[in-house]
């Protein structure tokens, strides 16, 4: 993986399911791994920022985990709700010696009421 | 602090005439950042500051931007010989940069452009 890669790219839930994104990045070079949220016509919020391998972070019903040795992280939504819909978008920072952040090009996610 | 603010929200624009985008950050944040989304596609990297020097410039960024931040606070980001291809959003972000946990970036709503 050279660059930072989500799927699905859109999905589209009924309210309460609950669901799960992939973001895949570059294993080789790591420092960080960020996702935001980002709702139409609002700027994109910070979610999670993930440094260790095995990271777990949790906040109310979205979780992430973190694999830096394979290059993946999965974002989890528990009991989707329609005010979840959003995309979701991850970012890797790749060194300590750059700011530089890397975004995937996001999972659009639609919450059916 | 209002968070970080960027002018103007829209601008539409013929091809060919130059444009200017500002971008106010958090205060207290050292790094600013610059980035271009189109439809469909995640931020694109274009450029970042920490304090009032570039560090960092994406080969996608032709000669025709130019990204300033003379006094280590707001930026500008200027586009000359507007094409149409430069019609995206541009999103500036900031952050407290020097600890992977506190490099958390803070968006501003975006400056939208549209070249005709």
């Known amino acids: 993986i050279l660059n930072v890669e989500q799927s ?3 999905l589209h839930v009924q309210e ?16 960080a791994l960020h996702w935001y949220r980002w ?18 972070k949790k906040k109310g019903r979205i979780s992430a985990t973190l694999n830096t040795k394979e290059g993946y992280s999965y974002l989890y939504i528990k009991g989707s709700q329609p ?26 996610l639609q919450v059916k009421p | 602090d209002t968070g970080v603010s960027q002018n103007p929200r829209h601008k539409i624009t013929k091809r060919g005439q130059n444009v ?43 000669d025709r931007f130019s990204a300033e931040r003379p006094k280590g606070s707001f930026s500008t980001l200027e586009i000359q010989r507007t094409e149409q291809g430069d019609s995206a959003m541009y999103l500036c972000a900031s952050s ?16 939208r452009l549209t070249v005709l």
């Open chain 2, 20 to 62: 200017t985008f500002r971008c106010d950050p958090i205060s207290e944040h050292n790094r600013l950042y610059w980035y271009r989304q189109t439809l469909g596609q995640g931020p694109e990297f274009l450029t970042y500051f920490q304090n009032e020097a570039q560090l960092e410039k994406s080969r996608l960024l032709s």
């Open chain 1, 16 to 31: 309460g399911d609950s669901t799960n994104f992939t973001c895949s990045f570059p294993s080789s070079n790591f420092y």
């Open chain 1, 39 to 56: 709702e139409t016509a609002k700027s994109p919020e910070a979610l999670f920022v993930m440094t260790l391998n095995g990271d777990e």
């Open chain 1, 83 to 108: 005010e979840d819909s959003a995309t979701y978008l991850c970012a890797h920072h790749g060194s300590s010696n750059t700011g530089k952040l890397i975004f995937g090009q996001g999972t659009t």
């Open chain 1, 8 to 10: 699905p790219q859109s």
């Open chain 2, 96 to 111: 407290l940069g020097g600890v992977a946990g506190a490099n958390v970036l803070t968006f501003g709503a975006g400056s």
